[in-house]
């Protein structure tokens, strides 16, 4: 027992104290491109506990990104820096009404309809902030300054400052994992799996398995809506592009290249794409080839899907199972 | 609204509805049939609008044929196409989980776009409707309506009333309407299952290629026209049913309505009309209005 704990617990103190040190070592580039991984990696933590946790497939889940993002953007005053305090939580709540509202009405489908309508209702999402004119339509819409979390005269966290931020987001992604961690312990984690297993045999259990999916539904929202509001504060500008369905896509995606089913693989799975990306759009590499860079990709996809279901994560035990035969019984 | 607006809008509604149910029908017969969400569908349009672009010159100089000869080369090369396709990539995702079908789908969206933009480019393209079809008819005193779009809705009601002798009358039919409703049935009957599999796919794949290729004089052809096509498509099929050909015909006709007039009466909130328009059917009946078959 101990030992598993050890096997576990070593990995992320490892993974944490190696992301605590980069900015001290990697150049401007890399800290910037390691935050926007991070902020990758809560996104896509948030959607694990739908497709990993519940075995809801979400094609729509950048609706949630991106709404946030808008808020986040939307609520930003011109001059003076709002307050992290109340900032965050307007867009979560924001964020988790529209995760209700969405899930509400998505979670009485099932299967792939579930799929397609989620992908609608992103799609709807993304008409409204590209065909209405408060958000700016599809020139999106800028955020002039960044937020502050300061109590009484001490700032304590100014998201102007690089290596602040960077810290900030460390500390978030943190906090989600460690939240989503405690929630696969917890009984209401159970559920979500028990769920995922066999719906009917839950349901005949005694549990109304509705309002558990919704909740997962909407807290999963309510994460991507962190990954939004960083998103937003990072970049200083937001566009509808944030909620197209491109993005839905690449979120699902890095959970399969890390390995669907841990909170680990989605983590991995958010670096792994970032690094592809990176990789596939080097001219260094690839020169005038570069901008196609979105073809290399595909077929990562495909050849990801035929020959490393598990993801990453998965690998080992799946060449381990590969080369050693299973001994037969008796 | 005076009486020719409203017609026009009309046809105009007849014409998308038709067009959407081309794409959807293909789509709503592989999801029922083979069990496989294809994200690539919309890739289909989008490859049949440019095959009418990049064949029809190449149709004029050797075959001395126009549109029309470009059309039957397409629909002969999408057939091809997607019996191919079905057996080198589709055909591994039957006993596959949903997401898996839906990321090599994605994959192969990105991959059909890229090729498309390595061989023909990022530019926006005309394509030429033939002559005799690309004047105008008058409708009461100052309105007129392209006759192209009068054929197109011809062709598609043509190509739907096709597709449904073939369902309703033939032995292939009886089998993909027995499939829709019962897969693992029609397998243990001793139908070739498998064959049966790579009919529907490339049957799917040559009506969202026709669709496109009719499509292209009047839609222009540009990137990620395809995308567009496939989430109304999916809005069409959850609207619809399931593998329910009737139901795809239904809420094409509702989604063309919907769209054409919202377009019109409240143009602020035309991209999303029909997305409130599925969410309402979804409070009403979950499972789509009509049953597979």
Redesign the interface.
């Known amino acids: 027992m101990a030992d598993s704990f050890a096997a576990r617990v070593v990995p992320l103190v490892v993974a944490c104290a190696l992301l605590a040190a980069f900015p001290f070592v990697g150049g401007k580039f890399y800290v910037d491109l390691m935050l926007t991984t991070m902020i990758f990696a809560i996104f896509a933590l948030s959607l694990e506990l739908l497709v990993g946790r519940t075995g809801l497939v979400s094609f729509g889940h950048a609706a949630f990104f991106g709404i946030a993002a808008y808020v986040t953007a939307l609520l930003s005053p011109q001059s003076e820096s709002p307050s992290v305090l109340w900032l965050l939580p307007v867009v979560l709540v924001v964020t988790a009404l529209a995760a209700l509202a969405i899930g509400a009405l998505s979670l009485r489908t099932r299967g792939i309809y579930f799929i397609m309508v989620t992908l609608a209702f992103a799609q709807m999402a993304y008409f409204v902030f590209h065909d209405m004119k408060f958000a700016g339509g599809s020139d999106g819409r800028y955020l002039y300054v960044k937020p502050v979390l300061a109590l009484g005269p001490y700032t304590l966290v100014d998201f102007d400052r690089p290596l602040t931020f960077y810290f900030a987001t460390l500390a978030l992604l943190v906090l989600v994992y460690a939240l989503l961690a405690a929630i696969g312990r917890s009984r209401f984690g159970h559920a979500l799996s028990g769920i995922k297993a066999n719906e009917q045999r839950m349901r005949a259990a005694g549990f109304s398995t509705y309002p558990y999916k919704l909740a997962a539904f909407v807290l999963a929202g309510a994460l991507a809506g962190v990954a939004g509001f960083l998103y937003a504060v990072k970049d200083g500008y937001v566009n509808p592009e944030i909620l197209a369905w491109h993005q839905s896509g690449t979120v699902l995606l890095m959970l399969i290249l890390g390995g669907i089913g841990s909170l680990r693989g989605a983590v991995v799975g958010a670096f792994l794409f970032v690094v592809l990306k990176e990789l596939f759009q080097s001219e260094a590499l690839f020169g005038g080839f570069a901008k196609h860079w979105q073809l290399p990709l595909g077929l990562t996809i495909i050849a990801c899907v035929a020959l490393m279901p598990n993801g990453i994560i998965g690998l080992p035990s799946q060449l381990r199972r590969t080369r050693v035969p299973v001994p037969h019984a008796g | 609204m005076d009486f020719a607006v409203f017609l026009v809008q009309c046809l105009n509604a007849l014409q998308y509805g038709l067009l959407l149910f081309l794409v959807a029908s293909g789509l709503t017969l592989i999801?029922g049939i083979l069990g496989v969400?294809n994200l690539a569908h919309g890739s289909f349009y989008m490859i049949g609008a440019y095959l009418a672009y990049a064949l029809a010159p190449w149709a004029a100089q050797y075959l001395g044929g126009g549109f029309f000869t470009a059309l039957a080369i397409g629909l002969v090369l999408s057939v091809v196409f997607g019996y191919l396709l079905e057996w080198g990539?589709i055909s591994?995702l039957y006993q596959?989980?949903?997401?898996?079908q839906?990321?090599?789908t994605?994959?192969?969206?990105?991959?059909f776009?890229?090729?498309r933009?390595?061989l023909v480019g990022d530019d926006v393209h005309g394509v030429a409707a033939p002559a005799w079809l690309a004047g105008s008819v008058q409708l009461g005193s100052v309105m007129t309506y392209p006759v192209y779009r009068l054929f197109m809705s011809g062709v598609c009601i043509l190509v739907g009333l096709a597709l449904y002798a073939v369902i309703a009358r033939t032995r292939i039919g009886m089998a993909i309407r027995a499939g829709a409703s019962n897969r693992e049935m029609v397998q243990s009957l001793g139908v070739d299952i498998r064959l049966l599999y790579r009919i529907v796919f490339a049957a799917g794949v040559a009506l969202a290629v026709f669709a496109g290729m009719i499509a292209s004089p009047v839609s222009s052809v540009y990137p990620g026209m395809g995308?567009q096509v496939l989430?109304i498509s999916?809005?069409v099929?959850?609207i619809g049913g399931?593998g329910s050909v009737r139901g795809a015909l239904f809420a094409s006709l509702l989604v063309g309505l919907v769209d054409t007039f919202g377009k019109v009466l409240i143009p602020?909130?035309?991209?999303?009309l029909v997305?409130?328009l599925?969410?309402a059917i979804?409070?009403w009946r979950?499972?789509?209005l009509f049953r597979a078959g």
């Open positions: 999801f969400i990539f591994y596959r989980e949903h997401l898996q839906v990321l090599m994605y994959g192969l969206i990105l991959v776009e890229e090729l933009s390595i995308n989430i999916f809005v099929v959850v399931i602020q909130t035309a991209g999303i997305y409130v599925m969410a979804l409070l979950p499972e789509g």
